[in-house]
């Protein structure tokens, strides 16, 4: 009748064993995950989405210039860097950009953008050939100046507004980009 008891209480010993054991390895799997969750945590927006020398904005990169080209010039130099001349979208981008060169966290000068009207009139963002919709235009402007304007630039002398000028003009320029691995400039 003993050893039977014995036994049993072997066995129950073993039991509690694995049992205490499997919860053991459950709570340090618990603090590996917390662990590894809390890095994640405090590596999150440590890393640079865009390239050195780019500013982060929503989910785009942008790039002033510190050098100044015509529109031609300053519309391929974007391109090899990995982006396009500016496309302004909306109202909130346009303050971004404009809060930017007036922090003086870039140059004060006028910077070249994307928009261009080579058909007259029709303003097209150089980078899809889309219709330009928002826009901040100085007033008066576009003027078409002795008809040789087709190329819009923030305008240093009217507080950033948007004006039309000769695209051989000599400017600073901003590129963008599309954030992400395949596309950092």
Same mark, same amino acid.
Request: charged share 25%.
């Given at each position: ?6 036994? $049993?209480? =072997? ?12 919860? !053991? +390895? ?5 603090? $590996?995950?917390?662990? $590894?969750? /809390?890095?994640? &945590?405090?590596?999150?927006? /440590?890393?640079? $989405? ?7 904005? %929503?989910? #785009? ?7 100044? %080209?015509?529109? !031609? +010039?300053? &519309? ?5 860097? =990995? ?9 909130? +981008?346009? @303050?971004?950009?404009? @809060?930017?060169?007036?922090? %003086? ?8 953008? =994307? ?15 889309? %219709?330009? !919709?928002? /826009? ?12 040789? &304007?087709?190329?819009? #630039? ?6 950033? *507004?948007?004006?039309?000028? *000769? ?9 963008? @980009?599309?954030? =992400? ?5």
């Amino acid at each position: 009748m003993i050893f039977p008891l014995l036994v $049993i209480f =072997g066995c129950l010993l073993v039991v509690k064993s694995e049992t205490c054991f499997g919860k !053991q +390895e459950k709570a340090i799997l618990s603090d $590996i995950k917390s662990s $590894i969750k /809390t890095l994640e &945590e405090k590596l999150e927006g /440590t890393f640079p $989405i865009c390239k050195e020398g780019w500013r982060e904005f %929503k989910d #785009h990169c942008y790039f002033f210039s510190t050098d100044k %080209k015509t529109w !031609q +010039e300053a &519309e391929v130099e974007c391109r090899n860097l =990995g982006g396009y001349l500016t496309q302004v979208n909306n109202s909130t +981008e346009n @303050s971004w950009i404009v @809060s930017m060169i007036t922090s %003086k966290k870039v140059i004060k000068q006028n910077y070249w953008m =994307g928009a261009t009207d080579f058909t007259e009139g029709d303003w097209r963002w150089v980078n899809d050939l889309s %219709k330009v !919709q928002f /826009t901040n235009w100085a007033s008066n402007q576009p003027d078409n100046h002795q008809g040789k &304007e087709d190329c819009a #630039h923030f305008w240093h002398t009217f507080n950033y *507004k948007w004006n039309d000028s *000769k695209c051989s003009n000599i400017y600073g320029y901003i590129c963008e @980009s599309p954030q =992400g691995s395949n596309c950092l400039p």
